[in-house]
């Protein structure tokens, strides 16, 4: 059971560039999400999904888009990446159908855009 | 829109006292509370949450916290602090149903440093 997680570790862009971060979780978990932690911000949320096929957006979405075609995995797309979108992401998964489940996080992705 | 308030950046505490992470929220209906613990490089690990019953709530590694409807609080508490709980801690809030349910909202964080 690896739970929640994430490729690449770290990543450096180019601004304008495009990317996709990765994350897979193998719990059968039906709610996962996208956040993003700033230094002096805590964690803010991108973008979430209740199952597959189902998306929305959470409080900062603006150039990322995300889709959700399994259960398992929930992509998070740069379309094109700009210098405030350096930052830390995490993605997390919980169970759903009720929302006091607490959220697993994957060990984060370090990217740098240039 | 639900909100949290960590009000202290960092929190000092020497080891083998007892330390206190403050919380504040702001949510419409009953919230579902949680902490999480962020340790260097790493992921977010969940530490503890309260959704109904008793008001204090015992979680991992030895925390506890209380929740205080009146005041709308939910302080970590920890009886005595050892050095390895020095990390970054984060509160979270999540309304109890309708739109949004499922989002939760994190404070800013509180840097704890325990010293030897």
């Known amino acids: 059971n690896a739970g929640v997680t994430q490729t690449p570790k770290f990543q450096v862009l180019k601004t304008g560039q495009s990317m996709t971060l990765q994350c897979a979780q193998d719990m059968n978990h039906e709610y996962m999400s996208w956040y993003r932690q700033d230094p002096g911000m805590g964690l803010r949320l991108i973008h979430y999904?209740?199952?597959?096929?189902?998306?929305d957006q959470g409080e900062v979405p603006n150039g990322y888009n995300v889709s959700r075609s399994t259960t398992e995995d929930f992509p998070l797309r740069l379309l094109s990446a700009a210098p405030s979108q350096t930052s830390v992401y995490f993605c997390?998964?919980?169970?759903?159908?009720?929302?006091?489940?607490?959220?697993?996080f994957g060990p984060g992705t370090r990217l740098t855009v240039l | 829109a639900q909100s949290v308030a960590q009000p202290e950046d960092q929190v000092n505490v020497a080891e083998g006292n007892p330390l206190t992470v403050k919380c504040t929220y702001s949510v419409s209906g009953n919230p579902y509370l949680f902490w999480y613990v962020q340790y260097p490089n790493r992921g977010l690990q969940f530490l503890l949450k309260y959704i109904t019953g008793d008001n204090l709530v015992k979680g991992s590694y030895g925390f506890e916290a209380e929740f205080n409807k009146s005041q709308t609080s939910f302080h970590l508490k920890k009886p005595s602090a050892i050095v390895s709980d020095s990390a970054l801690y984060f509160c979270a809030v999540r309304p109890p149903s309708g739109a949004g349910s499922y989002q939760l909202t994190f404070g800013k964080g509180t840097k704890l440093s325990v010293i030897p």
């Open positions: 999904s209740v199952g597959a096929g189902i998306t």
């Open positions: 997390a998964s919980s169970y759903g159908g009720t929302s006091f489940s607490e959220q697993f």
